[in-house]
């Protein structure tokens, strides 16, 4: 398969250590892959839109095929940043903007309202007013007062869990969606809190109600063709089908369980409606595409989709009063680790990288999936980084924080 970017033949030039680079390979293969704590592996790094490492590791599928190159992963909440382009795509055009109350495209959540107490066992929920109204920016930043019900921490997020409010295939359309969501009650008045959340799957119905699209057509036709993304699908084409990696769950025991067959998979059967929070598969060259238009502030071979100045807007921090999610969570991401770390319209925001323990730049931008997918843009040093496996949940296999550790100390060179 021909890739528009090919590995750099001189990895000197890119500042980065090529020992150390390859260091990174040999970690995983003897930490993670041979020991059987992941099936596979793929990650690709580029400085400057260069690719300077890139590899596979592990089997694509129960029955022992390796990782191919071109390999399709389910990428989970990594289909939220794309979501939130193809939203602000709309900002630009005069269409929607940050301050829209979000009932004034979708009326069902005009009634919304905030749960007091109650809930427990099937008890009626009591419930206030919210303090402000939902706007477009609380669905973009998480702040909305939405929730996921993997978070079991209150009644809301089990009547999530009865009502299958926020599984990878929605069984409803999604008028009928917008309809059972907005009959719960808000875990708390929008802008209050940050609590991640079926929000961007909100905002993948919104983008419908605008553009009189379905999600899937207005990404194929606004996002994908444009960026050359022919990898990426809320629906695997049946040509495509063989690409597909087997995905895994681990239980609280540990023990690790097929989850969905590549050959079998679900993500082949036409869909009711489309997850915007969850919903895409895509390769690790084509989320590379969609990272390398960001980093280029908004534009990739000439198709433009965004402005410098609005990509520059979604990846500074919109927590409330600027903090971190520390302060600003109501649960999920409120741990240490996440001190100095904020949240745009669509991606984790790195504040000061010293609070956060960890090498990168003020400034850099991220997020992952439920399947242990991640990735990284950092502006500063022009460093993506990609990682693709198929392992759910994602905090079974804390891997995240030793990848960003390995790839910047292969760094030899710094611009900051």
């Not at 049946?238 to 369980?257: K, M, N």
């Amino acid at each position: 398969m021909q890739h528009d970017l090919e590995l750099s033949t001189s990895q000197r030039t890119s500042g980065f250590d090529d020992a150390r680079l390859k260091r990174i390979e040999a970690y995983l293969d003897d930490r993670y892959i041979r020991p059987g704590l992941l099936p596979h592996a793929q990650l690709l790094v580029s400085r400057d839109e260069e690719i300077v490492s890139f590899f596979s590791l592990g089997e694509a599928q129960a029955d022992g095929e390796a990782l191919a190159e071109d390999a399709l992963f389910r990428i989970a909440s990594m289909t939220k940043p794309v979501t939130s382009v193809a939203f602000m795509m709309l900002v630009e055009e005069g269409r929607v903007a940050l301050d829209t109350p979000v009932h004034a495209i979708l009326p069902e959540f005009a009634d919304m309202r905030v749960r007091v107490s109650g809930g427990e066992g099937g008890a009626p929920f009591l419930t206030e007013l919210p303090d402000a109204p939902m706007r477009m920016i609380d669905l973009l930043r998480h702040t909305s007062g939405l929730t996921y019900s993997f978070q079991q921490q209150s009644p809301i997020d089990a009547a999530y869990a009865t009502q299958k409010l926020d599984v990878f295939h929605q069984l409803r359309s999604s008028e009928e969606y917008i309809a059972a969501l907005g009959a719960l009650p808000l875990e708390f008045s929008p802008g209050a809190s940050w609590n991640y959340s079926v929000a961007t799957d909100v905002l993948g119905i919104v983008i419908e109600r605008l553009s009189g699209l379905s999600l899937a057509e207005f990404f194929a036709s606004c996002i994908f063709a444009p960026l050359r993304m022919d990898s990426t699908f809320f629906e695997v084409p049946q040509d495509h089908q063989p690409r597909l990696a087997d995905a895994w769950q681990i239980d609280g025991q540990g023990v690790r369980t097929l989850y969905d067959r590549g050959e079998s998979s679900r993500w082949r059967v036409p869909l009711k409606s489309y997850s915007g929070g969850g919903g895409l598969v895509s390769s690790t060259h084509d989320y590379h595409r969609f990272c390398r238009m960001l980093l280029r502030g908004g534009e990739l071979d000439g198709a433009r989709l965004l402005s410098p100045k609005t990509i520059a807007l979604m990846t500074s921090n919109h927590l409330p009063g600027g903090g971190d999610l520390v302060g600003a969570s109501r649960s999920m991401f409120s741990e240490s680790q996440n001190a100095g770390i904020g949240f745009g319209l669509g991606f984790a925001v790195t504040q000061n990288p010293v609070t956060a323990m960890l090498p990168g730049s003020a400034g850099e931008y991220y997020w992952g999936g439920m399947l242990s997918t991640f990735f990284f843009v950092d502006p500063v040093e022009r460093i993506i980084a990609v990682f693709m496996t198929q392992v759910m949940p994602s905090s079974a296999i804390s891997i995240r924080r030793e990848l960003k550790t390995l790839i910047y100390a292969a760094l030899a060179h710094s611009r900051a």
